[in-house]
């Protein structure tokens, strides 16, 4: 079967004043039908870019597509006209937004916004568009879709909005649903209500997901497969098993440590990752991570590490990979890994 | 709790804010962001306070400082009650009392030099003038692992992580005893934010600090403090020895609040029995009688519609305020 989107070599860099900001400098990635994929990291490390590249939301200028192929159930995203994305935006790729306060139109009620989107998409009247808004309210858990349906944004609580939302962009029964940090927003409790919508929906709807995030707990129970990036590029990716239990790069190892964990028995420090992530005016030439990574040696510094095969799906772009550093690397892994 | 001498003593402290609603001036709805709430911390003790947004836990940070001023209620520090002393007396304490806040973009004046932050509290203490007041700057930036050269720069040629070490060099200056930590790493990415957390608990052990550590981040809270205060709706809800809560948890909001925290663990969050809560937190402006919970509460029962709860205590210093316990 054919990947419902294929990412290859992905290149987008953004002309500033300062120079040439290489956001994304090549990533590659598949995801099918019906299965969820997290894309991890810090800000600035293009998780966000990526996103806005398939849907073909990077402003442009200053952003500008360098290299690569993004292909969506046998179209070509990248070269294809905007009437065309027009399409393909809200129809068949949906995506949520951190922040549920700016995402909605303020002077529109939040029935008409959705039914909006049904009538631009699908050959119905008002009347079928209100109809089938009202049923994606209800399926998104808001009490009385009714009153809903005629109020304001300002109206709805942060939860609530999100939950419209996600109405929203469900209503077409989208392929792919491209979820950008979509609780950081909101709190844990509203942030468990929400995720658990997303699942349930995922299954009903057997819709693809994205979730970026920087939180690896929301990942390990919402997603099937990860990619961790760094200054642009994916350093590891694998199933979440792989990406816990069997971390290969440094860098995974150092999300890893660095969070606290909730059901730890006892108190231990913090492993800081020291540091800051590289300017992407100039990225280094070796591996982006080496200046703040502890197990850097000298080819680090000088070349690009390539994507080494660990097992079955899994990968991970590390010097400590290669077969003759391969000791240096499973002792450094025991470390984390205890 | 830490054995020791009780530096913060917080006595039924209430604030309340009048609404103003429209042209309607004569019904004057109150938000009572923090109602009758009683704590005290120990010196050298970290206090973790946890509550969603709106709960009410900055403005009880605040006024505790008398950033705010209060609207009934004590505050002892050391014994001494402040919320009865004058400005200049207030000005003395608050060198003692510091404040670290969340948004490290917002909380430095863009058009001062880091040198010129740093330096200000020293210059309204009184402290140090001339060359060593320049010494001292230098120190403090040290402290909080910023290199001294830095210290004719702008706030805007800093990252997030590193502005909030100026935040915090800025709270030391005055070497003070006891810092409220409002949300100090919430704006920050995970890798920073465990440098920041690291470098509190480093001062806390050099320095012999006591902190108040407000966050909405229920996993850190546990690693850095010793007791952890739960709030909700202007309340404190549970009060207990940090893993003694998160291994047993009694009142019902704080067992839906730990359960909603995600594992990073994939077996575990997927084994995991989440308790879900219904709906928003309601509004604190003119809250309903009895538990404030009831709503969302998975358990509430008539009792709870009647009485307000209080804190007990349920040994071992474990307070909660629930009918049902």
């Keep these: ?338 | 709790m830490k054995q020791g001498e009780v530096l913060v003593d917080v006595r039924n402290l209430k604030k309340y804010f009048n609404m103003s609603m429209g042209f309607v001036k004569r019904q004057r709805p109150v938000l009572k962001a923090v109602d009758d709430v009683s704590f005290s911390i120990a010196r050298g003790e970290t206090l973790g306070l946890v509550g969603e947004s709106g709960c009410g836990k900055t403005t009880l940070g605040r006024t505790l400082l008398r950033l705010y001023e209060p609207t009934a209620g004590k505050v002892f520090y050391r014994g001494q009650n402040i919320f009865a002393y004058n400005r200049g007396e207030m000005q003395r304490i608050r060198r003692k009392m510091q404040i670290i806040f969340q948004d490290p973009y917002a909380s430095l004046n863009p058009r001062m030099t880091v040198s010129d932050i740093i330096g200000e509290p020293l210059d309204i203490h009184g402290l140090v003038r001339g060359d060593d007041r320049k010494e001292r700057i230098h120190e403090l930036l040290r402290l909080v692992g910023l290199n001294p050269e830095h210290a004719a720069r702008f706030p805007h040629e800093f990252s997030g992580g590193q502005r909030q070490r100026i935040g915090i060099a800025r709270a030391l200056a005055v070497e003070p005893e006891f810092i409220i930590c409002d949300e100090p790493i919430s704006a920050l990415d995970v890798s920073i934010q465990a440098q920041i957390v690291n470098m509190l608990e480093e001062l806390q052990d050099n320095l012999g600090l006591t902190y108040l550590f407000i966050a909405h981040d229920l996993a850190m809270v546990k690693h850095i403090s010793d007791r952890v205060a739960v709030m909700y709706m202007g309340k404190i809800v549970e009060l207990s020895e940090s893993r003694e809560l998160y291994r047993h948890p009694l009142h019902p909001y704080s067992q839906a609040l730990l359960s909603a925290v995600p594992v990073p663990d994939p077996q575990v969050a997927k084994g995991r029995q989440r308790i879900i809560l219904e709906g928003d937190a309601p509004s604190p402006i003119d809250p309903p009688g009895g538990c404030r919970f009831r709503a969302r509460c998975p358990r509430a029962k008539a009792v709870c519609q009647e009485q307000e709860p209080t804190l007990r205590n349920m040994g071992g210093g474990h307070q909660v305020a629930c009918h049902l316990v």
């Design chain 1, 1 to 338: 079967m054919a990947a419902l989107l294929e990412v290859k070599d992905l290149k987008v860099s953004f002309f500033i004043h300062a120079g040439e900001v290489q956001a994304v400098r090549g990533v590659s990635f598949t995801l099918d039908k019906g299965e969820s994929l997290a894309i991890v990291g810090e800000s600035g490390c293009g998780k966000s870019v990526t996103a806005q590249t398939i849907m073909r939301l990077i402003p442009t200028p200053p952003g500008r597509i360098m290299d690569g192929s993004v292909n969506f159930a046998g179209q070509d995203l990248v070269n294809q006209p905007e009437k065309g994305m027009q399409r393909v935006r809200g129809k068949d790729i949906s995506m949520i937004f951190q922040d549920p306060m700016t995402s909605l139109n303020p002077t529109m009620t939040v029935g008409n916004q959705i039914a909006e989107v049904v009538r631009l998409h699908q050959k119905v009247d008002a009347a079928q568009a209100r109809e089938r808004a009202l049923e994606m309210l209800r399926l998104v858990g808001l009490p009385n879709p009714e009153r809903c349906y005629s109020q304001y944004p300002h109206e709805f609580s942060g939860g609530m909005r999100q939950r419209a939302i996600i109405a929203m962009a469900l209503s077409c029964e989208p392929k792919l649903l491209i979820a950008d940090e979509p609780t950081t927003a909101l709190d844990v409790t509203i942030q468990a209500q929400i995720l658990e919508l997303m699942k349930s929906m995922q299954s009903r709807l057997d819709t693809a997901i994205i979730l970026i995030t920087h939180d690896l707990g929301i990942v390990a129970g919402l997603c099937h497969r990860v990619l961790v990036m760094y200054a642009g590029r994916v350093v590891e990716s694998g199933k979440v098993e792989d990406i816990y239990y069997r971390p290969q790069h440094p860098y995974t190892w150092g999300l890893l440590k660095s969070v606290p964990r909730l059901d730890a028995e006892s108190k231990r420090r913090l492993v800081p990752i020291l540091g800051q992530p590289p300017d992407l005016i100039k990225p280094p030439a070796g591996c982006a991570f080496a200046p703040r990574c502890n197990h850097a040696m000298r080819v680090c510094l000088e070349h690009e590490p390539p994507a080494f095969p660990v097992e079955d799906g899994h990968q991970a772009s590390c010097w400590l990979l290669h077969p003759h550093t391969a000791g240096v690397g499973a002792a450094a892994g025991l470390e984390v890994i205890s």
